[in-house]
């Protein structure tokens, strides 16, 4: 059934989706949103731990809507859930842990400065840090992010204060500050996008201790849901159409987007046509969707003259260390995360790899999550194992790493040849397998990470070592990526598709490097900067 054809059909509804749509909106465009999952609201979430942290809620139901994964193109990939991509308006950030990075100056011209590496297909953004800066004011701003400017002495430079203070250091903050500065190190007030005053009309934190991987009930946290969604609705020029599943995009006899072929609520076939498409499906769907949208025009799936659609997929790499103390540290406490450490995040060479990341003091989910974090030494089950948690719960933290991922060609999302999802569409299969150089990195951060907790206090610690996140991580970037090549990259620096003139994709897909910190506010940064050329560009887009 065909729709009214709009200006602009959005695809996809997260961190860069959300702010497509209020920008788009706001500027006056008739805007078609389509979200395959539902449409909440703060008053559907409950802090549920065997729901949200243990079950992952808002996660699609890998029965309907399974990936595959292997680390060798060899093996056959396995079925299952295997990322991390919320289903819902708001996206990832429903749940996210809310830290709010810009990245470095470095992050943006890798290449440049690293020259090339074995097995890494590292390149430099089409855009700097400077470029980017404005939109990184403008989405602190409007996502509303809460640090302290001048903290982070390995900070880029910056205009303006963040719109709110700090957060309060929790326990493992405090274990953070306290390690950190011991070993010479330069801990700082991690920014969140958690409110810690009133803002744009809505309430501080509450330090509940319901943070990442749960759903804010008091919408301080700041999800898309929450702060631009809101205003793009009372445009008045702004349709979102929730559980629309998109299965094709079909493109006319001049090689331009025609129209998104979706499964509406009732599972019955639809069809929106648009004259321009702004697909922010995250790296992993908005490549499947490019890869399955196949056409005469577009033998490899659409806008993949490149052949690399699906190719450089990066997560980040990740490294937890565990520590006990002998005093309550009560980590289960208050947001995910409200300081951290970036004295590991350039290259030093002296350490053995390029790139670094980010240790953050963080919390954890709970009662329930916390069975599985044990020493080595310690039983998962019997007497002891209860005796530990009754013991140990409010004595223990985490240090995380958040670490650069290289890039790699031979990291794929591409079409799974035998599994299918419940609409019949071949699921993405995710080929993934570690640089060496991010073993190096975890591992020598991780280490570090267990260090600080030895200074602080800590009476045992353990972990610190790459974890094969392949099945948690929800960072997903990569399989679109940027570049002023159309022969090396699938968009250009606007976000736009180099084969399809109407077709942009602001999202993680568009990331040429991975960086050293949470993807999200870089997402959003992105999203504006596009949202504006857009914008400024309309009547040479054919849109008006």
Known sequence: MARKKVDICI???????????????????????LEAGPFRTPADFENDELGQAIRFYFLPDPQYYPNTLRTDPKEKAEPGFHVARNMGVG??????????????????????????????SLEDWPFSYAELEPFYEKAEYEIGVSGLAGANPFDPPRRKPYPMPPLLPIGAGQMCIKGA?????????TPMAINTIWYDGRPPCAYCGFCGWYACMRAARGSTLNNVVPKALATGKCEIRADCMVRELTVDANGRVKSAIYFDSQGKEQEQEARLFVLCGGAIESARLLLVSKSGRFPQGLANSSGLVGKNMMYHIQAQAEG????????????????????????????????????EGSTYRGPISFQWRRPPDEPMWGQRHKDFSREYFAHWMALLLHGEDLPQESSVIDLDPDVKDKYGLPVARITHKYHENDYKAANYIGAKARQI???AGAIKTWGGELEELH?????HMGTCRMGNDPKKSVLDKWCRAHDVPNLF??????????????????????AFRTGDHIIRSAKRLDLK
Request: charged fraction near 15%; proline fraction near 5%.
């Open 91 to 120: 996206g990832s950030t429903l749940t996210y842990c809310a830290l709010s990075w810009r990245f470095h100056e470095s992050d943006f011209k890798v290449k440049s400065m690293e020259g090339t590496m074995a097995g890494a």
């Open 181 to 189: 500065k011991k070993l010479g190190l330069h801990p700082f007030p």
């Open 505 to 526: 994709v602001p999202d993680a897909s568009c990331f040429v490097t991975s960086g050293g910190a949470n993807p999200a506010l870089t997402v959003q940064a992105i």
């Open 471 to 475: 099945g948690q991580s929800a960072h």
């Open 324 to 359: 006990i103390f002998p005093w309550p540290v009560n980590a289960f406490k208050g947001p995910f995360s409200t300081v951290c450490v970036h004295d590991f995040y350039e290259t030093d060479t002296k350490r053995g790899f390029i790139r670094g990341g980010t240790i």
């Open 453 to 455: 907790m030895e200074a």
């Open 11 to 33: 695809i996809g509804i997260g961190a860069a989706g959300g702010v497509m749509c209020k920008e788009l909106s706001e500027a006056g465009f008739e805007v078609v949103a």
